[in-house]
Every structure is written in structure tokens, then in C-alpha cells.
């Protein structure tokens, strides 16, 4: 052991030693980045179980002149009003493993409030191709009433001019230059809508429900953490070898053992 460990205090080991320790503090690091990932999850599923189903509240409530707060997050909501903007439709959204189009509109509320973009849904990209936007219901006209879930707003992706048809992004920012209005800095995305009389007017295809899936961070951070030990073990294992090889005579090969076969074969 004396001589494992004279070999080890040499330059060309504490070196290695060096990087056995960097491995472990990274894997360490990584290991409580995949378990912050993990908690996050939890924490937004947490907050799924608490909203999403909850009893709808008030759109002033939540959704005012300021950003949505994340706490706020999937609140569910109903408002009436008018829609007084729209459709502008947002390209390359997945819905259920396909690719299309959301469609966005701007609803004024009865109460004579800031307006609030609203999306209705998904809409199928048309047969021509992407570059050929699909064709969509007209918004329906008078009063009604929007059940959906409060979400904020996406980043803006730039390049938006007035008069535009689509946008990349369901950003509050680029869909007030694109509709030429003044939003409140988030979205409703819709559950329902109803008009004055109870039916439902045609709409795009409903958006599939958030994920709720935790996904691999736990498993991964275990990982990252079981890999901690792996530098420290590829050292002291390199640092036998080469004792034993560079000692031979102290280090006698083990015997080989002789199977019952190899007995029948002589």
C-alpha cells in the first residue's frame, strides 16, 4: 500500500487526481441541475392540480396591466365581451404530434376594459403547404362568453409589421403590432365559448392539455451523483496496474484455474 501510494504523489497521478476531482464537483453540479428540473416539474404540476380545474374566476383578477406572476399561471378564467381583432394565426404550433396553426383574436370586454388576446385553438395546416395559410371560420359576431385558462405571453420573435397575417410566436407584443391594439400583457388560451343563447359557435380544434409528464431529470441526477466516485476509482485502479506491472516479481499472475474440461482434454 506504502508503494500505491508513492506512486500516486507523482506528478503524472496528482494530475489525474486533479481531474478526478473537477469530474466529481461537475457531476455534482450537473446532478443538482437535473434535480432542479425535477422540482420544477413537480411544482408546475402542483400548480396544474390547483388551477386547472378550479372554479373560474374573474379575468380582472388575475390578468391586469402587469405580466403575468407565475403563481398565476393556468388560472382559470371567464370573461365576456366582443371580439374586435382577429384572426391572426400563429405557424409551426405541435398539436397532438402535428404541425399547424394557432389561432389568436382580441376580445373586448364588457366591462370596457383593456382588451386580452385569446387562443382559440389549433387549425390544420392547408393541403398546399405551409406557406399557404389555411382557411379558418369568421370570429363569431355579438357577445360572448370565453372559459379558458390564464397564460403568459411568449416571446417576441421580431420582424412583425401592422396588417400582418401570422405571427411566429404567441406573443402579446407582436400580436398587438400585427392586429394594431392595445393588449394586456397575457393570454387566455380558450377552454370554451358560448354565445348570449348557451351554443357554442365553430371554433379551431381545442390545444391538448399541458404536460404533465416529470420526465428523466430524477434519473439523470441520480446518475450524474453515482458518477461522482468514477475519476477516483479509474485512478487508484491505474495506479495498481502500473505498480504491478512495474513490479512483477511482487505481484506474482494468479494461478490459473483448471476447469474439469480442460482435465478430459490432457
Given at each position: 500500500m506504502t508503494d500505491v501510494l508513492r506512486r500516486l504523489i507523482t506528478?503524472?497521478?496528482?494530475?489525474?487526481?486533479?481531474?478526478?476531482?473537477?469530474?466529481?464537483?461537475?457531476?455534482?453540479?450537473?446532478?443538482?441541475?437535473?434535480?432542479?428540473?425535477?422540482?420544477?416539474?413537480?411544482?408546475?404540476?402542483?400548480?396544474?392540480?390547483?388551477?386547472?380545474?378550479?372554479?373560474?374566476?374573474?379575468?380582472?383578477?388575475?390578468?391586469?396591466s402587469e405580466p403575468v406572476p407565475p403563481s398565476q399561471e393556468w388560472t382559470r378564467?371567464?370573461?365576456?365581451?366582443?371580439?374586435?381583432?382577429?384572426?391572426?394565426?400563429?405557424?409551426?404550433?405541435?398539436?397532438?404530434?402535428?404541425?399547424?396553426?394557432?389561432?389568436?383574436?382580441?376580445?373586448?370586454?364588457?366591462?370596457?376594459?383593456?382588451?386580452?388576446?385569446?387562443?382559440?385553438?389549433?387549425?390544420?395546416?392547408?393541403?398546399?403547404?405551409?406557406?399557404?395559410?389555411?382557411?379558418?371560420?369568421?370570429?363569431?359576431?355579438?357577445?360572448?362568453?370565453?372559459?379558458?385558462?390564464?397564460?403568459?405571453?411568449?416571446?417576441?420573435?421580431?420582424?412583425?409589421?401592422?396588417g400582418a397575417e401570422q405571427i411566429r410566436s404567441v406573443s402579446v407584443a407582436d400580436a398587438a403590432t400585427a392586429l394594431d391594439t392595445t393588449l394586456r400583457p397575457g393570454v387566455v388560451r380558450m377552454e370554451e365559448e358560448a354565445l348570449p343563447d348557451g351554443s357554442a359557435p365553430p371554433r379551431p380544434e381545442p390545444l391538448e392539455p399541458p404536460d404533465r409528464s416529470l420526465g428523466v431529470n430524477l434519473a439523470y441526477a441520480y446518475q450524474w451523483w453515482m458518477f461522482m466516485g468514477l475519476g477516483f476509482l479509474l485512478v487508484v485502479l491505474g495506479v495498481r496496474r502500473e505498480e504491478r506491472l512495474a513490479n512483477p516479481d511482487r505481484y506474482p499472475p494468479k494461478a490459473k484455474k483448471v476447469r474439469i474440461w480442460d482435465e478430459e482434454d490432457e
Open positions: 506528478p503524472r497521478w496528482l494530475g489525474a487526481l486533479v481531474l478526478a476531482v473537477l469530474f466529481a464537483v461537475a457531476s455534482y453540479h450537473l446532478g443538482f441541475w437535473q434535480y432542479h428540473r425535477y422540482e420544477a416539474k413537480v411544482e408546475r404540476n402542483t400548480l396544474l392540480d390547483d388551477h386547472y380545474a378550479a372554479d373560474p374566476v374573474a379575468l380582472d383578477t388575475v390578468l391586469t378564467v371567464e370573461v365576456t365581451g366582443e371580439y374586435v381583432g382577429g384572426p391572426l394565426l400563429v405557424r409551426g404550433r405541435p398539436n397532438n404530434s402535428v404541425v399547424g396553426f394557432e389561432e389568436l383574436a382580441v376580445l373586448a370586454p364588457d366591462d370596457g376594459g383593456t382588451p386580452v388576446l385569446v387562443n382559440r385553438g389549433w387549425v390544420a395546416p392547408s393541403d398546399s403547404g405551409a406557406s399557404v395559410l389555411p382557411q379558418v371560420d369568421p370570429l363569431p359576431t355579438g357577445t360572448v362568453t370565453v372559459l379558458g385558462w390564464v397564460r403568459p405571453s411568449e416571446s417576441s420573435r421580431g420582424d412583425v409589421a401592422p
